[in-house]
């Protein structure tokens, strides 16, 4: 843990990601009794103070319509503004007057990432970062080599402890979670591996398109959008060795990652869905896929021979962040299994739900009533936020860690590298994506990669 926070700077406090996350985020911090510090907003944008705490109460109400009126004060009172040029050293030096006194302040850039550049310099440039801590959004960069670059101009402004790169699937409650499912029960350890699972799938599936941003998902994608990032993320949580202690969970998910191969076009599909050339910000042509479907392979003595089957897309049937652990199936001739068609029962199946309907369901066979030895599949559900309630944002949480200088929610900046270097190989390839119609799970043919076309999802 580091020193507390006594200013936290938003650039880019005009934008989409301070609306629909950052603002909401601060207001439940001050609804929890968390935030207890000026936040600054920056921007080109001249806005007054007062258009600031207008704005901050229509992102609050987007999210919570009944606004808590002593919290959203609370937020109101402690938001100004400071606009100007990012290039202009005059922004830094305003920000550096309403700075005073600040000795930990945090910068979170919520810009795009052309601009980052000139954030980083003009808070060298004015002394400020000397004493703050930065927050990067990904994307980290475009590839392996511009990431790096990204790196070294951030490195040349803020130590390294100070940078903390932010993909927010680590705060998310429900991916964390997966870690406590691993390790904190004993039937899931000893059948983790390829004795015991046939395959792995990570679905990351998106019910909506671009939402009027297409401008900058074309220039992205979903292999660089959720692909390199939020997917790997989450297979590493899958993959990786057991951690010794809390602090070495950093190290077993980088060591996850270096086990994993590189992927391949050849067992790759692409999808873009119809109607998204048609959309305002699409470039004439574009060859941008919307849905990206993978196989990846984990060359470890764990997983070797096992397939993980990633996929991810837009404008498909619903909104999942779901993985299927599907076991092999078992080998005792005693049951036939109704379902399969064939001899032997199903394999069971563990289905994780991390988005917001979180939860998981075990897949089970049962005897089928009657006379005869065949048994059945149960699906049996279990609902998280039932048993839980619900849990707090990962924006919360992870500007919360931001401010209190806890860094191992952020992303380890090998970890970046290797990401990079896994998806390298389907960066911006020549052909065109397959086309599919909004609204099912993608391109048919991604079923030669063994995802399941239809999957259930209660
Ligand atoms: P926006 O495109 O909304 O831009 C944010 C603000 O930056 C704008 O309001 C604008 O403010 C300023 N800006 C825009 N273009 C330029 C430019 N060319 N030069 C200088 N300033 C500019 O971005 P988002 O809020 O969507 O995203 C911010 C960051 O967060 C990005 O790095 C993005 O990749 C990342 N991110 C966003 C997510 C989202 O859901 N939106 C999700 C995950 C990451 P003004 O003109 O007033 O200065």
Redesign the pocket.
């Known amino acids: 843990m580091g020193t507390r926070a006594d200013t936290v700077v938003i650039?880019?406090?005009?934008?989409?990601?301070?609306?629909?996350?950052l603002l909401p985020a601060l207001y439940h911090l001050a609804l929890r009794g968390g935030l207890g510090v000026p936040v600054v907003g920056?921007?080109?944008?001249r806005?007054e103070d007062g258009r600031l705490v207008a704005t901050a109460r229509k992102a609050v109400e987007e999210v919570r319509p009944d606004v808590d009126e002593p919290a959203f004060e609370e937020l109101a009172g402690r938001l100004s503004m400071v606009?100007g040029?990012?290039a202009d050293e005059g922004l830094y030096r305003r920000l550096a007057e309403r700075l005073e006194g600040a000795e930990h302040p945090v910068f979170y850039?919520?810009?795009?990432?052309?601009?980052?550049g000139?954030a980083v310099d003009g808070l060298r440039a004015a002394g400020l970062a000397d004493r703050g801590r930065v927050v990067?959004?990904?994307?980290f960069g475009y590839d392996a080599s511009s990431s790096r670059a990204l790196d070294d101009k951030l490195r040349s402004a803020f130590p390294a402890e100070r940078i903390l790169r932010?993909d927010?699937y680590l705060g998310k409650e429900p991916v964390e979670g997966l870690l406590a499912l691993r390790f904190a029960n004993a039937f899931f350890e000893p059948m983790w591996n390829r004795e015991h699972i046939a395959k792995v799938e990570i679905t990351l599936a998106e019910k909506f398109g671009t939402q009027g941003?297409a401008g900058?998902y074309d220039a992205a994608g979903a292999v660089r959008d959720v692909l390199q990032n939020h997917a790997l993320q989450i297979a590493a949580l899958i993959a990786m060795e057991p951690p010794a202690t809390a602090e070495q969970v950093q190290e077993a998910r980088v060591d996850a990652l270096r086990h994993m191969r590189p992927l391949s076009l050849d067992t790759t599909v692409r999808g873009q869905y119809l109607g998204y050339q048609d959309e305002p910000g699409v470039a004439p042509g574009s060859t941008t896929e919307t849905y990206v479907a993978t196989r990846l392979s984990v060359d470890t003595a764990r997983w070797r021979g096992v397939p993980f089957v990633l996929r991810a897309g837009k404008n498909l049937r619903e909104n999942a962040t779901d993985v299927v652990i599907g076991l092999r199936r078992p080998t005792g001739a005693l049951f036939a299994g109704a379902d399969s068609g064939s001899g032997s029962p199903e394999g069971n199946q563990l289905h994780l739900r991390l988005g917001r309907d979180d939860g998981l369901t075990f897949s089970l066979q049962v005897k089928s009533p009657g006379p005869d030895a065949v048994s059945r599949t149960v699906r049996v559900p279990l609902d998280l936020e039932t048993v839980l309630g619900p849990r707090q944002e990962a924006y919360e949480r992870l500007l919360d860690d931001a401010m209190r200088g806890r860094s191992d929610r952020f992303v380890d900046p090998r970890v970046i590298e290797e990401q990079w270097r896994i998806v390298g190989p389907l960066l911006d390839p020549e052909q065109a994506p397959l086309p599919y119609e909004p609204g099912g799970w993608g391109p048919a043919e991604a079923e030669r990669l063994g995802v399941d076309a239809h999957p259930e999802r209660s």
Do not use: C, N, Q
């Open positions: 650039f880019g406090i005009t934008g989409d990601l301070a609306f629909k996350k920056v921007a080109r944008s806005w606009s040029d990012y850039l919520a810009v795009p990432p052309a601009v980052f000139d990067v959004e990904k994307p932010m927010h941003r900058f």
